[in-house]
C-alpha cells in the first residue's frame, strides 16, 4: 500500500493514541506522551499534530462534552480510523523486515 | 477538580477575539487543562508564563477566524423584500439617509472630477517623464531665495553638445498677444516661438505637415486647427490651405507650413500659432550674453538619465560658461510642473497640489459625515428590527449571515444614493464648471468614470453599513424575544460622539469659509496704492505707437477720459527685475534685486499712485530719460538718508533719483512689495493705459474706440480694465472660496439631516416620560429647553474640537500671503453660533412638538 509520508513525531503520536484507553483529545495525548516518553510537549504542538493527522485521514474527530477544568469548552474527541491502524501495521512490517535483513555481525 | 486559580483574563480575551469561533473550543480547553496541570506541579506564575507563552503560538494563520460567504440564493430575495418593507416602513429615515448620503457621493464625485481633472495636466506627452524644464534659484543679499525658469539662451546648444544625457534642449519664449489678419478679417491670437525639434518633442498632433519640417522655413507659420477655421471656414481641410498666407502685426507676412490640433486646456504650453524661433533670436542678439535670461530652456533626457547627475553636469557647464555664477541650476520634470511649481527659499514647497489634498481630505469629509448620519440612524433604531433579528436567529441564520444581510441593505441603499448622485452631478456639471473656469465633461463611455463612481458608492456603502451590520446581528436571542431590549443606552455614548465628530468636521470647514471671504474680501478692497478703478489699457501698436503724442492729445480732449500714459508692463505685475543698479557707497558684495518698469510721461498722474518725496518725470527736463522714481521700498533698501539726488547707475546708464513714490503692489499680495525702479523710457511701452471718468464710463470707452480706430482703422479695438485684470489673478482664491463656501453649506446640511432623524427618534422615545414630566406640571418651555440642551451640548463640545484645528490649519494658509487679515475672534464666534442655531433650529421643530403633545395621549398607551 502507499503509506503517506509520516513524521516521526506524527507516527509516536498515532501510536501513542493506541495506548490511551480514555477520552482522547488534545490535552489527554499530552498527557499520554509525557508519561510514556517522559518529555513534555506543549498544547500547540500537539494540536497542530493532530490536524495533520487528521488531514492524512489517520484519525478521525468529533465535538465532545465540556468540564469545569477546561473553563466549560467542550473538547475535540480524536479516534485512529482503520486506515490509521493499516498504515501503523504496515510500518511495523516494513521495519521488522528490514531488522530481520541486518546480519548479526552489524550490531 | 475545581481551578483555584485561573490563567491571565487578558491572555483569555486575546485568544477569544483571534480565534475562530469553531476551534476556540478544543484550543481553550486544552489549554485551561493544561494550565491546571501546570500550576499544581510548578506554581501559578510559571503557569502563567507559559500559558501566555502558548496562546502566542496559537497565534497562527490555522486558528483566525475566517470571513465565511454566506450563499444562500433562497434567501436573497427574502432579504431583498425584507430591506424593501423596511425602507418602505421608514420612510422619513430612509429618505433622509438618501438624501445625505447622495448629496455627499454628488460633492465627492465632483472633487473626484475635480482633482482627477488637476492630475491630468501635461500628461499627455508620450515621452512626458523624459521632458523636464530647466529653472534656477538665486539668493540675495536681503537673504531671499528667487526661483525662476527664465534662463540664458546660449546654455541650449551646449548643454545638447556636452551632455550626453541632454537630447534635445528646445528654447521656449514666452507665448506673446499678435494679430493675425487675412483680407478684411483681423483676431488677435496668441503666438509663440519655438525649436525646430517642438513638435516631435511635445506630442501636440499635426493634422496638416511634417513634425520634422513645419518649423524649418523662417518665414513659416503652424497655425492650431481653430484659427485656421477663422480664417478658411470650417470647410478648411478641402482648401488646400498649406502655402497660405497670413499677415502678422500689419507688418509681416508668413506662410502657412502646418496645422496642428487645439492644444488642451490641460497643457501648460498653450499657442494658436506657432512660429520659427530664428527670425526672432536673429531681432534680439543681447539673448546671446549668458547675462540675459529672457525665455525658458526644456530639455528632452535620455530614458535612463540619472537626475542628479544631469543636474550636476549642467551646473559645471553653466559655472565654466559664466564666471562668478551663483545661479543653482536644475532640471524640473515637467510632469510636475503645474501642480508642484512653488518654491520658497530654494526649497520645492507645493503649490496647486496643496488643494488637490485639501479637496480630497474635504470629499473623504464629507462622505464620513454621511456614513455617520446611516450609523447613527440605523443603530439608533435597531430596536424596530430586534424581534426581525431574533426570530431569524432562532430559525438558525448565524451571526455572519446577519451581518451580510444588513451590510447588503446598506449597499443597497448606497447604491440608490449613487444613482441619484451621479444624477445631480449631470445637472449640476455646468454650473460647477463655471465656479471652478474649468471644462470637466463626463464621458460615460470611458468604463474608468462609471467605475470610479461605482467605487466611491460601494466604499461609502460598507463605510456606513459595517458598523450597524454589527450590532444589529449581535443581538442577544433570548432578551430580544422577551421583548425587554432596550436600545435606548447601546451604542449611546457613540452615536453621541459620531455627532460631535460630524459637528466639529462641519465647524471646521464654516470657519474655513468665513477666513477664506475675509482674505477675499480683504485682498478686494486693499488699498494698493493705485488706484485700479476706472482704467483700462490696450496694446501699443500701429499709428498709436508712431503717432503716440498725438493720439493722447485728441483722448484727451474727448469726454470722460482723465489720463493716459503707458508703460512696458502692468503695474499689479511687474515681471522684469535686475540686480544690476550700483550706486555711491553700495557694499559691491551686495546682490539686490530691483524690479523695473518703463513708463511714458504722466504715468504716476495716470495711476494715481501717490508721491512721497521729490517728483515724477517731467517733459520740460530734457533728460528725464535717465532719471528714476524709485519707491519707497527701494529707498529703504538702498538706504541712505535723503535718496534724492543719488546717483544710480545701471544698464550702462548713469541717472538721479528724482522721486520717491508710496509704495504699491506690484505683485500678488502673497509676496512682500520688493524694490522697484521707474525708468523714463518712451520707446520701450507696450501697454497704454487710459484712466476713465468714474461717472462717464460708456462715453469715455465710447470716445476712445472713435480715437482708436481714426488711428488705428485696420486694428480691432479691444481694451481691458484693469481691476478685470486683478480680478484674474485672483481667481483661484475666489474659487477656492466659493469652493469652500458650497461645501461647508453641504456639510452642515447633512450633518442637519442626521441630528433631524436623531432628534425626532429621541423625541419619540421619551415620550412617555414628557408626558409624566408634563402631568406633574412641568412647562412646555421647560420642557423645550431639557430636550435641547442634550444636542446643545454636543455641539460645544464639538466647537471646543474644531476651533483649536481651524485656528492651525488657517493660520498657516494665511501665512501664504505677505499681506492678510489676522485671524479674528467673530469668526470662530459666528461660526459657532451659526453651527448652534441650526442645530437648534433643526432640533427645536421635533423638540416643541413633543413638549406640547398631549399627554393623556401619551400615557395611555401604556
Redesign the interface.
Known amino acids: 500500500m502507499n503509506a503517506p509520508s509520516l513524521g516521526n513525531l506524527e507516527e509516536t503520536i498515532l501510536l501513542l493514541m493506541l495506548t490511551v484507553k480514555e477520552e482522547k483529545?488534545?490535552?489527554s495525548v499530552?498527557?499520554a506522551y509525557r508519561q510514556h516518553l517522559n518529555k513534555s510537549i506543549?498544547?500547540?504542538a500537539?494540536?497542530?499534530v493532530l490536524?495533520r493527522l487528521e488531514k492524512k485521514g489517520l484519525v478521525s474527530s468529533k465535538?465532545g462534552g465540556?468540564?469545569?477544568?477546561?473553563?466549560g469548552?467542550?473538547?475535540?474527541l480524536y479516534e485512529v480510523t482503520a486506515y490509521g491502524k493499516q498504515v501503523l501495521v504496515s510500518l511495523r512490517d516494513t521495519r521488522a523486515a528490514l531488522w530481520k535483513a541486518i546480519p548479526p555481525v552489524q550490531l | 477538580m475545581h481551578p483555584q486559580h485561573r490563567p491571565p483574563a487578558w491572555a483569555d480575551r486575546f485568544l477569544e477575539w483571534f480565534c475562530d469561533a469553531e476551534l476556540i473550543d478544543e484550543i481553550q480547553g486544552d489549554l485551561h487543562e493544561d494550565y491546571q496541570r501546570y500550576a499544581t506541579e510548578k506554581g501559578h506564575f510559571r503557569a502563567d508564563v507559559k500559558y501566555v507563552w502558548d496562546v502566542l503560538r496559537f497565534f497562527r494563520p490555522s486558528s483566525f477566524s475566517t470571513p465565511r460567504i454566506y450563499w444562500y440564493p433562497v434567501m436573497l430575495k427574502n432579504y431583498f423584500t425584507s430591506a424593501m418593507r423596511n425602507f418602505g416602513r421608514q420612510k422619513a429615515f430612509t429618505f433622509i439617509n438618501m438624501l445625505g448620503l447622495s448629496v455627499g457621493l454628488a460633492c465627492s464625485m465632483f472633487i473626484l472630477l475635480w482633482v482627477q481633472d488637476e492630475l491630468s495636466y501635461n500628461a499627455f506627452h508620450q515621452e512626458g517623464d523624459q521632458l523636464h524644464r530647466l529653472m534656477r534659484h538665486v539668493s540675495f543679499s536681503s537673504g531671499e531665495t528667487y526661483t525662476w525658469s527664465a534662463v540664458p539662451m546660449p546654455s541650449a546648444k551646449l548643454m545638447e553638445q556636452e551632455i550626453p544625457e541632454i537630447l534635445d534642449a528646445e528654447l521656449m519664449p514666452w507665448d506673446d498677444e499678435v494679430l493675425v489678419s487675412k483680407g478684411d478679417s483681423a483676431f488677435r491670437e496668441n503666438g509663440r516661438y519655438a525649436d525646430q525639434a517642438f513638435f516631435s518633442i511635445f506630442s501636440f498632433p499635426l493634422l496638416e505637415g511634417n513634425a520634422e519640417e513645419v518649423l524649418t522655413d523662417p518665414s513659416g507659420v503652424v497655425i492650431s486647427e481653430t484659427v485656421a477655421e477663422k480664417f478658411f471656414g470650417s470647410g478648411w481641410q478641402a482648401t488646400g490651405i498649406l502655402g497660405q498666407t497670413l499677415r502678422i502685426d500689419q507688418n509681416r507676412d508668413v506662410k502657412i507650413t502646418g496645422v496642428f490640433a487645439d492644444i488642451s486646456r490641460n497643457s501648460s504650453i498653450q499657442g494658436d500659432l506657432v512660429f520659427p524661433i530664428k527670425p526672432w533670436l536673429d531681432d534680439r542678439p543681447w539673448l546671446e550674453h549668458w547675462g540675459n535670461n529672457s525665455l525658458e530652456i526644456y530639455l528632452r533626457l535620455t530614458p535612463d538619465a540619472e537626475m542628479a547627475s544631469v543636474n550636476q553636469k549642467i551646473q559645471d557647464l553653466m559655472d565654466r560658461n559664466m564666471e562668478g555664477n551663483t545661479a543653482v541650476f536644475f532640471a524640473q520634470p515637467f510632469e510636475d510642473m503645474y501642480l508642484w511649481g512653488e518654491y520658497r527659499d530654494g526649497k520645492l514647497v507645493g503649490g496647486r497640489i496643496d488643494y488637490v489634498n485639501i479637496f480630497g481630505f474635504v470629499s473623504l469629509f464629507l462622505i464620513l459625515i454621511a456614513a455617520i448620519n446611516f450609523m447613527n440612524l440605523s443603530t439608533a433604531r435597531s430596536g424596530l428590527r430586534a424581534r426581525e433579528i431574533g426570530i431569524r436567529k432562532v430559525a438558525g441564520a448565524q451571526k455572519g449571515a446577519l451581518v451580510q444581510q444588513f451590510l447588503g441593505e446598506s449597499l443597497i441603499l448606497a447604491m440608490l444614493a449613487t444613482g441619484l448622485a451621479v444624477l445631480m452631478v449631470e445637472l449640476l456639471l455646468p454650473s460647477f464648471n463655471e465656479i471652478v473656469s474649468k471644462e470637466i465633461s463626463i464621458s460615460y463611455a470611458d468604463p474608468r468614470y462609471l467605475l470610479s463612481f461605482l467605487g466611491l458608492g460601494l466604499f461609502t456603502g460598507i463605510l456606513s453599513g459595517i458598523y450597524p451590520a454589527f450590532v444589529l446581528s449581535s443581538f442577544n436571542i433570548v432578551q430580544v424575544l422577551k421583548g425587554n431590549f432596550s436600545t435606548s443606552t447601546k451604542g449611546g455614548q457613540l452615536r453621541k460622539g459620531l455627532v460631535v465628530f460630524q459637528f466639529a468636521l462641519s465647524i471646521l470647514l464654516i470657519i474655513g469659509t468665513l477666513t477664506t471671504y475675509s482674505q477675499i474680501q480683504y485682498i478686494q478692497n486693499k488699498n494698493l496704492g493705485l488706484d485700479k478703478d476706472n482704467l483700462v489699457y490696450l496694446p501699443m501698436e500701429g499709428a498709436v505707437e508712431s503717432q503716440f503724442a498725438a493720439f493722447k492729445a485728441e483722448l484727451l480732449k474727448q469726454e470722460g477720459i482723465l489720463g493716459v500714459s503707458a508703460a512696458s508692463q502692468n503695474p499689479l505685475r511687474v515681471g522684469n527685475s535686475t540686480s544690476d543698479p550700483t550706486w555711491p557707497g553700495k557694499d559691491p558684495e551686495a546682490a539686490l534685486l530691483f524690479s523695473i518698469i518703463n513708463t511714458k510721461l504722466d504715468f504716476v498722474e495716470t495711476m494715481k499712485m501717490k508721491m512721497k518725496e521729490g517728483r515724477t518725470h517731467q517733459a520740460s527736463f530734457g533728460t528725464d530719460t535717465l532719471n528714476y522714481v524709485i519707491n519707497e521700498a527701494a529707498a529703504k533698501a538702498i538706504g541712505v538718508e535723503n535718496p534724492i539726488g543719488l546717483e544710480v547707475e545701471f544698464w550702462e546708464q548713469k541717472g538721479q533719483v528724482i522721486g520717491v513714490v508710496e509704495d504699491f503692489h506690484f505683485s500678488s499680495l502673497r509676496s512682500k512689495i520688493d524694490p522697484l525702479i521707474m525708468r523714463y523710457d518712451p520707446d520701450e511701452t507696450w501697454l497704454v493705459y487710459v484712466r476713465l471718468e468714474g461717472g462717464k464710463l460708456e462715453e469715455g470707452l465710447a470716445s476712445l474706440e472713435k480715437v482708436y480706430n481714426e488711428f488705428n482703422p485696420t486694428y480691432p479695438f479691444s481694451y481691458t480694465f484693469l481691476d478685470e485684470h486683478f480680478q484674474r489673478t485672483y481667481r483661484s482664491e475666489f474659487t477656492i472660496g466659493k469652493l469652500a463656501n458650497a461645501f461647508a453649506t453641504i456639510a452642515i446640511f447633512i450633518s442637519c439631516l442626521g441630528l433631524f432623524g436623531l432628534a425626532s427618534f429621541t423625541a419619540e422615545r421619551r415620550t412617555r416620560e414628557i408626558g409624566i414630566r408634563k402631568v406633574l406640571g412641568a412647562s412646555t418651555g421647560k420642557l423645550v429647553l431639557l430636550l435641547s440642551l442634550d444636542f446643545t451640548k454636543l455641539v460645544g463640545i464639538a466647537f471646543l474640537i474644531a476651533a483649536p484645528i481651524a485656528y492651525y490649519v488657517m493660520d498657516r494658509w494665511l501665512g501664504g500671503y505677505e499681506y492678510h487679515v489676522p485671524m479674528q475672534i467673530w469668526v470662530f464666534a459666528l461660526a459657532g453660533l451659526v453651527s448652534l442655531l441650526i442645530a437648534w433650529l433643526t432640533i427645536g421643530y421635533q423638540s416643541i412638538r413633543t413638549a406640547m403633545a398631549d399627554p393623556v395621549k401619551s400615557l395611555r398607551t401604556e
Open positions: 483529545y488534545g490535552f499530552a498527557e506543549s498544547i500547540p500537539i494540536h497542530t490536524k465535538m465540556a468540564t469545569a477544568a477546561r473553563g469548552r467542550k473538547k475535540r
